[in-house]
């Protein structure tokens, strides 16, 4: 099983970037998105179940990020719009068989490697 993410970049304030995630080798029922600033610990984005109907957000990213994914293509994403300074993060995705939209890290058994979005003011 792998997870590969990609989408990171250098952009301004206020810019907007889309984040990808490709799993292979199964199905996930959750996909998530965590992010991990420099000397801080990996902190919860956004979840979504497997319909896509199911979504839960970070408080602080909620109207400006959107979770979404493509279950044809066994792909999340992380449409993130209106980036601030303060989103600077190296992106992580994450996917798990159980449902549920947990915020834990804990609970998330499959990891990408981390894609890197830096914001400038």
């Known amino acids: 099983v792998q997870l590969q993410a990609s989408g990171g970049g250098l952009v301004q304030a206020g810019d907007s970037l889309r984040l990808s995630c490709a799993a292979s080798?199964?199905?996930?029922?959750?996909m998530a998105w965590f992010r991990q600033a420099l000397g801080q610990e990996r902190e919860f984005v956004g979840a979504?179940?497997?319909?896509?109907?199911?979504?839960n957000y970070l408080d602080s990213v909620k109207g400006r990020f959107i979770i979404s994914r493509d279950n044809a293509k066994n792909t999340v994403y992380l449409q993130m719009n209106s980036l601030k300074p303060e989103d600077t993060a190296v992106y992580f995705c994450?996917?798990?068989?159980?449902?549920?939209?947990?915020?834990?890290?804990?609970?998330?058994?499959?990891w990408g490697q981390g894609t890197l979005v830096t914001v400038s003011s």
């Open positions: 080798g199964r199905a996930f029922s959750t």
């Open positions: 994450a996917a798990k068989v159980q449902t549920g939209l947990s915020m834990a890290t804990t609970d998330y058994y499959h």
């Open positions: 979504i179940n497997l319909s896509g109907v199911r979504k």
